[in-house]
Every structure is written in structure tokens, then in C-alpha cells.
């Protein structure tokens, strides 16, 4: 079977006792980064010595259906740097060509900077999304932050330390100065920081210099107030785009909170 293995994400006792032990046994580990797999296993003082396997993004697609035949005869432990696998790290392709070959995949639950970084955040955790790693370019970082204005959901961004003061300010002038922001940095570590604020006073706090590991974490956008007019407008707006009146209407009450009904009888009266 193909087993994915979270990692700790910074401290290493957040290993887990099912982690170690797979680690004892497995003859064979495809890994991120074959180094960072060599120090985890000094670290845990496994004696075992499994063969290591790079799995990153420039190989996976290649190596993934050689590494899912392997696992129809043995285990083939997933590893990436830190955290889960799959999760804006390797081994995404790898599952998909294991699910479509009917190959088992399993999963040693344990350390998510993600899971980690909203827990702490104090933001609502009812209904969340994670967006990634914000991009490079601050036209790119703009242009998915508007697309991202309305989103309800709190959000939970990776990004570089270096790049931080600019996406925070990218972000104050897209979502607005007072959106609540948290910046969790080396979480687990010696140096773990939660820092909470507005937009605009994370921008000017990270203008100063941060380093580490940074995760991100936004709140959702505040309910925003339609008109029954206004509303019908977008439907139409919809309609004329090539979507259905019935689907339109059924989108837009799912955006505004408004009938659905009313939308679409309105839609039709116009």
C-alpha cells in the first residue's frame, strides 16, 4: 500500500508513536527531500534504514506509476519535509494514479502547519478554506485576493517571510484595512509567534523584517447587504452570461441569503 506520513512541522516529539514505528519497519520511504528524511531518522533514533526515494515536483508525475506498481507488493511510506503530504507539498499524483490502479492508501495522521495555524488563530474554524501559497507577484497576489474579496470562509495562506510585508499590504488594500489577520510564524518551534491585527498593522509590522516559517490566516468577509433588485440584476447578469435561470437564481440566493424563488421569478419578470 501507499501509507502517507505527516511529519513534524517543527518540533520533533510531535512524532507520532505510528509514525516511528512505520518508520521501524518499512523497507522502502519515497521522500521530499532525501536529506530531511536522513536527519528525521537520526532524530527519531530509528536504526532501520529503508531505501530513500526522492518524490518532488519536478519527478513525481514521472515516478509515480513505478512507485504505485511497488506498492501492489510492498509498503511505500510518503514522506514530505514537514506536515502532511499531498497539502502544497508532493504526493498529490502519487494518490491519484494509486486510486486509479485500485492500489490501497492509507494515512498516519499527525502534524498540519494548516490545521495548526487556524486553531491558534482565534478566527472562526466552523467552515475554512486554504488557498495555498500566495503567488510571487504582487499583479498575481492582487488578482487572486479579489477574487477571494467575498469569500466568506476564514482563509489560510502559506507564504515567504520575505514576501510578507508586501502580501499583507497587497491584502489591506484588497480586502480593506481592518480585515482581521493572523500571522503565525514557526509554529512548534523555539521562536513560535501568533501575531493578530488588522491588515494594515501586520503590513507595518512585518515591514521591520520577519523570518521563519509563516502561515497565514484571514478572516472571511463580513455579510454583505443585497437589495432584492440589485440581486435580481446579478441573475440576469448570469443568464446573459450562458447560466440557466433555475441555476442562476439558486447561486445567487446561495451568495445573498435572498429567496431563491423571489430571484427567479423576478429574473423572468425582466
Given at each position: ?10 518540533n520533533?516529539?510531535?512524532a ?5 514505528e512505520?518508520?521501524?519497519?518499512v ?8 536529506r ?18 526522492a ?8 515516478r ?19 506536515g502532511?503530504?499531498t ?11 494509486a ?14 502547519a494548516?490545521?495548526?495555524?487556524l ?13 495555498g ?10 488578482a487572486?485576493?479579489?477574487e ?11 507564504d ?10 497587497d ?17 512548534t ?30 478572516a472571511?468577509?463580513p ?11 446579478r441573475?440576469?447578469?448570469l443568464v446573459?452570461?450562458g447560466v ?6 439558486t447561486?445567487v ?6 429567496g ?11
Open positions: 500500500m501507499i501509507i502517507l506520513g505527516a511529519t513534524p512541522i517543527g520533533l516529539s510531535d507520532t508513536t505510528r509514525l516511528v512505520t518508520l521501524e519497519r523497507s522502502v520511504v519515497a521522500a521530499e527531500d532525501t530531511t528524511t536522513v536527519k528525521l531518522l537520526r532524530g527519531l533514533g530509528i536504526e532501520n534504514r529503508p531505501e530513500l526515494l518524490l518532488h515536483d519536478h519527478n513525481e508525475r514521472v509515480a506509476a513505478d512507485l504505485v506498481n511497488r506498492a501492489r507488493d510492498e509498503d511505500i511510506l510518503v514522506l514530505s519535509d514537514a502532511m503530504p497539502v502544497s507539498d508532493p504526493g498529490f499524483h502519487l494518490v491519484e494514479a486510486a486509479a490502479a485500485d492500489v490501497r492508501v492509507t494515512i498516519l495522521p499527525g502534524p498540519s494548516v490545521l495548526s495555524a486553531a491558534v488563530s482565534g478566527l472562526p474554524t466552523d467552515r475554512f478554506c486554504f488557498e501559497f500566495l503567488p510571487r507577484k504582487s499583479g498575481e497576489r492582487r487572486a485576493f479579489t477571494l474579496a467575498d469569500e466568506r470562509r476564514t482563509m489560510v495562506f502559506f515567504s517571510p520575505n514576501r510578507l510585508a508586501a502580501s499583507l499590504a491584502m489591506a488594500e484588497v480586502f480593506g484595512a481592518e480585515r482581521r489577520v493572523v500571522v503565525c510564524r514557526e509554529l518551534k523555539l521562536y513560535e509567534e501568533v501575531k493578530r491585527g488588522s491588515a494594515a498593522e501586520l503590513a507595518e509590522w512585518a515591514a521591520e523584517g520577519v523570518r521563519g516559517e509563516i502561515c497565514v490566516v484571514v472571511g468577509a455579510a454583505r447587504e443585497f437589495s432584492l433588485e440589485d440581486a435580481i440584476a441573475v440576469r447578469s446573459e452570461s440557466r435561470t433555475k441555476d442562476a437564481a447561486q440566493a446561495a451568495e445573498t441569503g435572498l431563491k424563488r423571489d430571484l427567479y421569478e423576478g429574473a423572468l419578470a425582466r
